[in-house]
């Protein structure tokens, strides 16, 4: 071994020990003034150990026939076909896995065309069999057995021609997948009711048909380790910040597993903070939020088999937003918003002041009051901390038991979650009937927050702060506001924070709480880092005599200077 | 160092909310029963006397800081006056904000127990604080900074409302004499509480995280102003609310003032409620103490980063907080050393700036 290659293998080996020191504290930013942290990855799984270096495709039949039937373990697996065709110009193999293949396709556009031509092999020509076969439209020419067994998996036909050193890859899938549906999680009542399915063909085109621009990319994210063509990442060129489309091609590419089995899955190896209690992404099963997300500056990452898009980067705000804020009148769209608010912080905090107003500071409310709550407590033998945990246990084996149980038995939850907690629990003495008043407005605050994902986390923060509270009243609840406070605003989704534009605050953006008038939402948000901030024109409503002329003056005006911008360009 | 650009830059406005909670968490602990005991009915005076002295040292500062744009102010005493001299300051004021934190830890504990929580021992009291305390600046004074600016408008808010509503319980006439207890009294109440706002220190500490030094600079002198128009607003309507001899006998002045307070519909006191604006204010301060002390020692021995600096900090931080036998002996020191603390806050700035002025240029033309 040269002396070069020692020394990299001794500081290759030092990384495994040493932490770089000018990659310490870096984390991702959108900011100018920081570069991205690059660091080689050293410790890379090879796919197939045993074959590291390319072979070549072999040119005979008997050949070929050998190498792919040992590569694919052919006698073990009866879905993998192996044909050979006698024609003319010499034999043809051809090699699939039935399962994922349209036979009758593969006949139509593949055999048929091949039979019968009637040439001799000396006339043929690698281009004249290519232009044979037009029928299917994607046909990728492969040079190595390794490529080969690639584009098998992932579905094509892989063809191969007596006394040619290169075959074919040709796309002859089926497309089995189950219909469009309305949304299951994210239902709305005015608006579109389509969502994603497991085949991401049907996904692209739900987007497309919405988003009809040439500038849409859906590009495919290569990882030479598992099948190809697994991922897409969506954006729109000319809008997407480009350090924030190659930051997630650097994250998607990084990823190096078995199998991924959904975007929920995913999640986990590209958000910043895969510790936190908050997604740093939001999963979303409508197509029309996926296109509201890219056309603010998202990315979105979609999967096959998989019914979501993952969208990033995004802010706490828009995971209290809702599709349908915008379908409705803005007075209407902000009062679900400012619902939804008070929702959340009665969620997480409602439980926890309960305790900390009766166990600790009963002074702060009314005498007639604090008595009423008392006498209801009077034949409970536990302390508020058990009675709320025992609820809320309750509360967590309906919710799981309701998502496993059959269809068909499902109202029968309902009845014994209603006796038990309703009724017998407070004749029982276990818990007294204000506790049952708190925990059921504290569930149902939970349940209108828009995003599912949000929702759970809502529910181990409020663990948390009944812990607090139940330890040192106000003051508790008061240290665990300061930790989750910070915890949020440390956040940052693809390197923009996550309370983005309250903190840090950007005045300048407005779609936080109040929902602003469709017309009046100029721009892009900021923090975004859009390449194009305009988001529609200046001068939306022209016929309508409250539109302040001023507007009128000033579209008129960048009319006028249009055409002597573009000059001066030229020149 | 840690401290540079590459790290991230600090918002002017969460700077400013920053340096508004670390100077005003004296505030909540007995210093306006201090200021009425000294000054009379005119101690609202003393925080607007203190601040056009305070707007002069900040000008100074400024200037200092100036002269060597992106140099934290322990930087440019390493290049004034050596390694060696850098390293000792920095321990300096690494104790000085200790003490000052491990004080208020103390006394704000004391208070909690005597309030809010009489049957918790104090120990759980503090460590919880000091635990919070090394979380928040652990993540660095981005982070703290944003903190401070996401609560920043609603404490405001709960402040003035609390303290407006109050106002019903006052009588004017408290104000009287006008003059207080005569000029001279007025005076030596202001020499003595010199201090209230030597916390803008902490800006030239940070001061490579500003993207320009106008920004430094406006912060500085915003936050001072209206840091010390709410020591006045709260000054008054203490006042206002509670006469001389009673104002200068109670526990926790503006916890006094906020139990007077009987909403009635539904909520019968707000003192509870009022804890949330002070116990945030005082620990984001405090936690920004704890930070400030470990990035003066980090600064002082050049070291890569403040973080290792933050537990065996905390650890000294309990010890001086448990020091004193009882509560009122913490207060009595508290009072006490402002004046004489004042002295390094103020004076190593001013020399060093008069240092710069007539010495550097001219070693700097030598060279």
């Excluded at chain 1, 090699?95 to 043929?124: G, H, K, R, T, W």
């Excluded at chain 1, 705000?317 to 599709?323: A, D, E």
Aim: aromatic share 14%; proline share 5%.
């Amino acid at each position: 071994m040269s002396l070069l290659n020692w020394k990299k293998s001794l500081q290759n080996f030092k990384k495994l020990f040493v932490v770089d020191s000018s990659t310490q504290g870096k984390t991702f930013s959108l900011s100018s003034s920081r570069q991205p942290y690059q660091r080689k990855v050293t410790l890379t799984r090879k796919y197939n150990p045993k074959n590291k270096e390319k072979r070549d495709i072999p040119v005979a039949t008997k050949d070929i026939q050998k190498a792919i039937a040992s590569l694919f373990h052919a006698n073990k697996n009866p879905d993998f076909v192996n044909r050979v065709l006698k024609t003319s110009y010499g034999q043809i193999s051809i090699f699939y896995y039935q399962s994922m293949i349209d036979a009758q396709q593969v006949q139509d556009a593949v055999i048929e065309p091949l039979v019968s031509l009637n040439a001799e092999q000396e006339q043929l020509s690698w281009e004249n069999l290519k232009d044979l076969l037009t029928y299917s439209h994607v046909t990728k020419e492969v040079t190595t057995l390794e490529d080969s067994a690639v584009q098998i998996s992932a579905g094509r036909v892989f063809v191969h021609v007596e006394g040619f050193a290169i075959a074919l890859a040709v796309k002859a899938g089926t497309r089995e997948s189950r219909a469009v549906e309305s949304p299951k999680t994210e239902t709305v009542i005015r608006g579109a009711n389509d969502s994603f399915v497991e085949e991401i063909r049907t996904n692209l085109y739900l987007l497309r048909m919405r988003l009809s621009i040439p500038e849409f990319i859906a590009e495919p994210i290569e990882q030479p380790h598992r099948s190809q063509e697994r991922l897409y990442m969506l954006y729109i060129e000319g809008v997407t910040s480009p350090k924030l489309v190659k930051e997630m091609r650097r994250r998607l590419q990084a990823i190096n597993v078995d199998a991924l089995h959904s975007i929920g899955n995913l999640e986990h190896y590209v958000q910043g903070r895969p510790l936190s209690v908050f997604s740093q992404g939001i999963t979303t099963e409508r197509p029309d939020r996926t296109i509201s997300h890219l056309l603010e500056g998202s990315v979105a990452v979609m999967m096959k088999g998989s019914p979501n898009a993952l969208l990033m980067p995004v802010t706490l705000w828009s995971q209290l937003h809702s599709p349908e804020d915008y379908y409705f009148r803005w007075p209407i769209g902000t009062f679900a918003r400012v619902i939804r608010l008070i929702a959340l912080i009665v969620a997480i905090f409602l439980p926890s002041l309960y305790i900390a107003v009766v166990n600790f500071h009963p002074e702060m409310i009314r005498t007639e009051l604090m008595l009423s709550i008392a006498s209801a407590r009077e034949r409970v033998p536990f302390p508020t901390f058990l009675e709320i945990l025992f609820l809320e246990l309750a509360f967590e084996f309906i919710r799981e038991s309701a998502l496993r149980i059959p269809n068909m038995i499902g109202p029968t939850i309902g009845i014994v979650g209603a006796i038990i907690i309703g009724q017998a629990v407070v004749e029982a003495g276990i818990v007294s009937p204000i506790v049952i008043v708190i925990l059921a407005i504290t569930v149902l605050a939970g349940f209108s927050i828009p995003y599912y994902t949000l929702t759970y986390s809502v529910r181990i923060l409020r663990l948390i702060f009944v812990f607090f509270a139940s330890t040192f009243g106000f003051f508790g609840i008061v240290v665990g506001l300061l930790l989750l406070a910070h915890h949020l605003v440390s956040l940052k989704s693809l390197g923009v924070p996550f309370l983005s534009p309250v903190s840090p605050l950007r005045p300048g953006n407005q779609d936080v709480i109040i929902r602003p008038l469709p017309y009046l939402q100029e721009l892009r948000p900021t923090f975004m880092g859009v390449l194009n901030k305009q988001k529609e024109a200046l001068l939306q409503r022209p016929w309508d005599v409250n539109t302040p002329s001023e507007i009128h003056l000033l579209k008129s005006y960048t009319r006028s200077k249009k055409p002597a911008l573009r000059k001066k360009k030229k020149q | 160092m840690k401290i540079r650009k590459k790290d991230g830059v600090i918002g002017s406005f969460e700077a400013f909310c920053l340096c508004n909670y670390l100077i005003y968490t004296k505030m909540f602990l007995a210093m306006p029963r201090h200021l009425i005991e000294e000054a009379g009915p005119i101690a609202w005076a003393v925080p607007i006397l203190v601040l056009i002295f305070s707007l002069l040292f900040f000008y100074i500062l400024t200037n200092l800081l100036q002269r060597f744009e992106d140099l934290s102010f322990l930087e440019i005493i390493g290049e004034l006056w050596g390694s060696s001299m850098q390293w000792i300051i920095g321990v300096l004021f690494a104790f000085l904000f200790l003490v000052i934190t491990a004080y208020q830890l103390r006394i704000i504990g004391e208070f909690l127990l005597s309030t809010l929580l009489p049957q918790t021992p104090l120990s759980a009291v503090l460590f919880i604080m000091v635990a919070t305390f090394v979380y928040l600046a652990y993540f660095g004074i981005e982070n703290l900074a944003r903190l401070a600016g996401l609560l920043f408008p609603w404490l405001l808010v709960a402040f003035v409302v609390t303290f407006l509503l109050a106002v019903g319980r006052g009588e004017f006439y408290n104000f009287s004499p006008w003059l207080g207890y005569g000029e001279w009294r007025l005076f030596v109440s202001t020499v003595n509480h010199i201090g209230i706002y030597k916390e803008i220190l902490l800006l030239a500490f940070i001061a490579p995280l500003f993207r320009k030094h106008q920004t430094l600079r406006r912060t500085g002198f915003t936050s001072l102003i209206f840091v010390a128009f709410f020591f006045f607003f709260a000054m008054a309507i203490y006042i206002y609310v509670f006469p001389v001899h009673t104002g200068s006998e109670l526990g926790f002045p503006l916890f006094q003032l906020t139990r007077l307070v009987y909403y009635g519909a539904f909520l019968q006191r707000i003192d509870p409620l009022f804890m949330f604006v002070w116990a945030s204010i005082s620990i984001v301060g405090m936690a920004t103490g704890l930070y400030v002390s470990a990035l003066s020692l980090a600064q002082g021995a050049k070291a890569s980063d403040y973080r290792p600096f933050l537990f065996p900090l905390a650890v000294i931080l309990l010890a001086i907080a448990f020091y004193h036998e009882s509560s009122m002996e913490a207060v009595k020191n508290y009072r006490l050393f402002p004046a004489y603390i004042a002295i390094p806050f103020f004076g190593i700035p001013i020399l060093a700036w008069l240092w710069a002025l007539l010495f550097h240029r001219q070693r700097r033309q030598r060279q």
